[in-house]
């Protein structure tokens, strides 16, 4: 993430990767205060086994760009929402990437989707995962068949 100022958002996606047994690493870095670290971090990924990175950044949100920008691993952006435009211009910033470097975009702080989009990336080619996101949508669906209204 851009700023330990985005982590009351962004504690939710880890949550969710432990939840699913998946190893993370959790750091803050910016696309703009701290670009050369950025760039060391991220070659240093698909050496060490990463197979996705979540980028969450807010405001001029380049963050997710320039990690895309560096890897051909997966990269899923969070736009953080932002005090004076509540999010659209993380959003915009993020999802309007040239043609040839893609970030797949999750809604306005949507940290737990981003964690579920990248476990589902990693089960492709991990069954035991695939078996746990069958059951964490099927374990879904059924709080959604039980619902009752007062
Ligand atoms: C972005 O600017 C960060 O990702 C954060 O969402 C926003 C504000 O950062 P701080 O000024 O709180 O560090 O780079």
């Given at each position: 993430m851009g700023s330990s100022s985005d982590w009351g958002v962004m504690k939710a996606a880890t949550e969710t990767l432990a939840q699913f047994g998946v190893d993370s690493e959790t750091k803050v870095l910016s696309a703009h205060r701290t670009p050369a670290e950025l760039q060391a971090w991220v070659a240093s990924l698909r050496s060490r086994g990463f197979g996705a990175v979540i980028a969450a950044a807010g405001g001029a949100a380049h963050l997710a760009g320039v990690v895309a920008a560096f890897t051909t691993l997966p990269v899923i952006g969070v736009p953080i929402k932002s005090k004076s435009l509540e999010g659209l211009d993380s959003l915009l910033s993020m999802v309007q990437?040239?043609?040839?470097i893609p970030v797949a975009v999750v809604a306005i702080d949507g940290a737990k989707n981003a964690a579920l989009l990248a476990i589902e990336i990693l089960a492709v080619t991990d069954d035991a995962l695939r078996q746990k996101m069958d059951e964490f949508r099927a374990a879904q669906a059924r709080k959604v068949l039980d619902s009752t209204l007062d």
């Open positions: 990437m040239p043609s040839g």
